[in-house]
């Protein structure tokens, strides 16, 4: 760099700078100006203020609890249980009344099973043989019901059988009923009680309605007029995600309860309610697909008098019940309450605190 040009750099040091404005006396440049001023104006006050209520200040860290619990008598008569009263302790599964309950419709029961050999069932292809050498001892049935014994047991005038297993027998063999054992099921009613709070703004909330009256919740049922009613027909919930109890209880399924809290806590407590949403989460296919349905086995275990164990397996269609709690609660941010409402300065106190 020469003289010249350090010489130019140390004078310019000293130089002042200042803005110059160009007043246009155009109507149609000053139109667009100001038609440009009024569209972020009316963005900012109806889209950001009104609509989205960008002055609020928004907690999504809801955190819920629910209780559950379902009541309901029906009777059945089957050769496999004979007559039989069901109650809640027979058919919910768990007990203790979580998010997620099981409400059982139908079973397959294979009673008084035992620890012994047998013949595998002939529906099971892994359990298919034609001599002893088909069924390697010790070797589990894939899909199947126990370990292989090493015979091929086969009936008289056939050249296919099954091997032979030790398992517990008889093994389970019955299809699925043409009707649902617990057909009558839709008149049992579910109880869901709903906890919320907003940590952020410190707010509480239930589904449940704050009376004093004790017969309330045993003779209301959810609905347009009873929305803190939080008691459901168990035929009303399935009616509501477009499913048919019939269908749905002989082959079992999985429902959606979503409770949604959308609570504007500028306004009064009242006015935070829940909303619900019933949906079918299984997938449900035309005709009787092999992915329809939802089921699961389980037994019960007793002994002899003799001491040996024996057990009742029990193949349980019904259905799953999944209940699922979001929601945000917004309110006025400290903006607003420190500047621009009457009681400003009480608030502004409470924010800041003076040290000396």
Known sequence: MGQAGCKGLYQSLFDYKTEKYVIAKNKKVGLLYRLLQVSILTYLVVWVFLLKKGYQDTDTSLQSSIITKVKGVTFTNTSELGERLWDVAD?????????????????????????????????????????????????????????????????????????????????????????????????????????????????????????????????CYFGPKNPYCPIFRLGSVVKWTGSDFQEIALQGGVIGIQIEWDCDLDRAPSECNPRYYFNRLDSTFPGSSVSSGYNFRFA?????????????????????????????????????????IKKSHFYRNKKFEEVR
Do not use: H
Not at 167 to 195: H, M, Q
């Open 91 to 219: 058919y919910v599964i768990p007990p203790q009344g979580e998010n997620v309950f099981f409400i059982i419709t139908n079973l397959i029961v294979t009673p008084n099973q035992r620890q012994e050999t047998c013949a595998e069932s002939d529906s099971i292809p892994d359990a298919l043989c034609y001599e002893d050498s088909d069924c390697p001892p010790g070797k589990p049935v894939m899909t199947g019901n126990g370990v292989r014994t090493g015979r091929c047991l086969r009936a008289e005038n056939l050249t296919r059988g099954t091997c032979e297993i030790f398992a517990w027998c008889p093994v389970e063999t019955r299809s699925r009923p043409e009707k649902p054992l617990l057909g009558k099921a839709e008149d049992f009613t579910i109880y869901i009680k709903n906890f919320i709070r907003f940590p952020k703004f410190n707010f509480f909330k239930t589904n449940v309605l704050d009376t004093k009256d004790r017969a309330y919740l045993k003779s």
């Open 300 to 340: 019960k275990y007793y002994r002899d008098g003799a001491g040996v164990e024996f057990r009742t397996l029990m193949k349980a269609y019904g259905i799953r019940f999944d209940v699922m709690v979001n929601g945000r609660g917004s309110f006025l941010c400290d903006l607003v309450l420190i500047y621009f």
